[in-house]
């Protein structure tokens, strides 16, 4: 008997086959050819079955908020309405390594948490090493979230592992629940924690004591397949929050809300503004996922698909252009200032740098950062989520209010992980330098300008110290050691002396140390035994506010080299004066192409800034020699 499944035949196919039999009697040695025939059909029946098992085991798409590897990628490999469930254990995405999320702890700016598809890491030092946490190895971590009312709480939501919560920084971890279930996104507020799920059905859970008793979702008018990959809550009402969705592709209904809003802990739903629009309308594409969404006091929503940011009106009615001097493109992060008493400040992540703003339509460039590599020397995953983070450092800043500075950390799709000190807040938070508003503040350095001039020595010399005439500054210690060793020319290297030695502290790596400006670069000594002298990284400092693009990869020659750790690339005559004179531990890396800039004297120079140093080619004399980049620095803070 036939299956019940197999479709009927239609007449057209039983006149086809009596023609083709009165064309084609029947010969010998038929059956077997029949038999073959039978093993060609069971074998074809049997692919088929078992592609079938392969799809019920297909695992879905990575289930966490903006996980586009470029600005433009709305959608994942397979969208979780149309996967099946899975073992609670299974292991989700192990065939590729994901970022889901790096988050700084807000009141300690060098702990650093990494949310993982195969786990969670952690690092003290701002991103400089990395650690396993053993408690979610093979688990897959899909957002992360601290509550700065709780003591710092911090919490993990996994793929089905459920959600877990730690109270001391990490040592014990226990997990509160929600297991069996695809948690997609997070966010808290004095204890109110909302956790999104993804199957079978989407919604979103509530949570009003951090965590000990769950408000079980009812029947609310989310549409199905809904794919949440941001949230964000009013810390002043926790019963305010919203979610960011990617669009769905499939569904019969589709939905063109990217933005959804509650006011009564996420029991009901409402689109948040209109102007979503479809097939290259005005306005913000409702076909690209809201990976960036955040709430700033006291009103104010951006919702931002990793390339560009709008800001939703005070009456919720629309969704408006953030411009005022922010990039209209190339906005991969958005967070808020993490420090009470500085409400509606926030800051931006774009591809040229840092920026921030106090009222959402003005913004300020800040800087562009240094830069590094997530996971240091280590293969980064193949998609990482762009975002921004920020934590609040033990040191003062420029201002009048008792507020520490803040330290941003922006990670781009490609891995690349970018920190930035902000010291000022605005213009009403600054502090007022006596005698004018313009000039630097030397607070930190006992109210003097180590670049003041000082008067030449009396009486007779003090020979563990050099007294440059004419430059009004000493030199001593280790830095003029330094400096006249026999083996190396100090004033070709390193110019004369511009300021006296000073103490100051270096956000890149924690310490305060003992530094120095010359004409070409900056001495640098730290506190810990047998350091020696170093240039410090000033390059950095001095193409703060510049945008130099990355150099195209080229093959490693004798007269040319690409580095992949600046991105940037290394030729000719450069090239040979780097090799020629300790290359790394003097000069760094390069941080720009060669470029062609006019100098002091009108004459054309091909430059090239490195992380210590900068280099200059006279096109005339064919030479190359090391520029005046501590006179530059030192002119850019304006003390010289």
Do not use: C
Request: hydrophobic share 35%.
């Amino acid at each position: 008997m036939a299956s019940s499944t197999t479709p009927p035949v239609q007449q057209d196919e039983i006149s086809t086959v009596a023609s083709e039999a009165k064309h084609f009697p029947a010969r010998r040695g038929w059956p077997l050819k029949r038999l073959a025939f039978g093993f060609i059909a069971l074998a074809f029946l049997l692919g088929l079955a078992y592609l079938a098992l392969l799809s019920t085991t297909v695992l879905p798409g990575p289930a966490t908020p903006g996980l586009a590897s470029t600005p433009s990628a709305t959608s994942r490999p397979v969208t979780a309405s149309a996967a099946p469930a899975v073992s609670p254990t299974a292991n989700l995405f192990a065939a590729r390594q994901l970022v889901n999320q790096v988050l700084a702890n807000p009141a300690d700016y060098q702990a650093l948490w990494a949310a993982q598809s195969d786990g969670l890491r952690r690092s003290n030092d701002g991103g400089k090493t990395w650690a396993e946490v053993a408690d979610f190895k093979g688990r897959n971590v899909t957002a992360l979230a601290f509550d700065p009312d709780e003591n710092g709480a911090l919490y993990a939501a996994t793929d089905r592992a459920g959600l877990f919560k730690t109270a001391d920084g990490g040592k014990t971890w226990k997990n509160i629940g929600l297991t069996d279930r695809p948690l997609t996104a997070l966010t808290v507020a004095k204890f109110n924690l909302y956790v999104s799920v993804l199957s079978p059905r989407p919604t979103v859970y509530h949570s009003s004591d951090g965590g000990q008793n769950w408000t079980a979702p009812g029947p609310n008018n989310l549409p199905p397949g809904l794919d949440i990959r941001s949230m964000a809550i009013d810390s002043l009402n926790p019963q305010n929050v919203y979610i960011g969705t990617a669009y769905v592709a499939g569904e019969r209904t589709p939905d063109w809300g990217r933005v959804k809003y509650s006011g009564d802990g996420g029991k009901t739903w409402r689109d948040a503004g209109q102007g979503w629009g479809v097939e290259g309308s005005e306005g913000p594409d409702a076909r690209r996922p809201v990976t960036i969404l955040v709430f700033a006091q006291p009103d104010r929503l951006y919702a931002g698909d990793g390339d560009r940011v709008w800001r939703l009106s005070p009456d919720r009615s629309a969704w408006l252009p953030v411009a005022g001097g922010l990039p209209t493109s190339g906005i991969y992060g958005l967070t808020t200032e993490p420090q009470a008493g500085i409400a509606g400040l926030v800051y931006a992540a774009t591809r040229d740098g840092f920026y921030n703003s106090s009222d959402g339509q003005t913004w300020q460039k800040l800087a562009t950062g240094e830069t590094g590599s997530l996971f240091g020397a280590e293969a980064l995953p193949t998609l990482i989520t762009p975002l921004l983070t920020a934590g609040v450092t033990n040191r003062t800043a420029n201002s009048t209010s008792g507020l520490h500075t803040t330290y941003l950390y922006a990670l781009n799709a490609e891995g690349r992980l970018s920190g930035y000190e902000n010291r000022d807040f605005r213009a009403e938070l600054v502090a007022a330098v006596p005698g004018a508003s313009n000039l630097p503040d030397f607070t930190p350095f006992g109210g003097i300008n180590p670049a003041e001039k000082l008067p030449p020595p009396e009486g007779l010399p003090d020979p563990t110290k050099r007294y440059f005439a004419g430059w009004g500054h000493f030199i001593q210690g280790d830095f003029k050691q330094t400096w006249e060793a026999t083996d190396r020319d100090g004033l070709a290297l390193y110019g004369y002396p511009l300021t006296e030695q000073f103490r100051e502290f270096d956000p890149r790596d924690g310490q305060t140390k003992t530094v120095q400006f010359f004409e070409r670069v900056k001495f640098e000594l730290s506190d810990m035994p047998n350091s020696p002298v170093r240039t410090a990284l000033i390059g950095y400092e001095a193409i703060e506010g510049r945008y130099f693009a990355p150099g195209k990869f080229i093959p490693t020659t004798d007269v040319q080299q690409y580095f992949p750790q600046t991105k940037h690339t290394l030729k000719g005559a450069f090239f040979d004066f780097w090799k020629k004179n300790n290359s790394l531990q003097r000069f760094g890396y390069p941080i720009s192409e060669e470029f062609t800039e006019k100098n002091a004297q009108g004459k054309e120079i091909i430059y090239q800034y490195f992380e210590r140093a900068k280099f200059a080619f006279d096109t005339e004399t064919k030479s190359v020699s090391i520029a005046l980049l501590g006179n530059e620095v030192l002119q850019k803070r304006g003390w010289k």
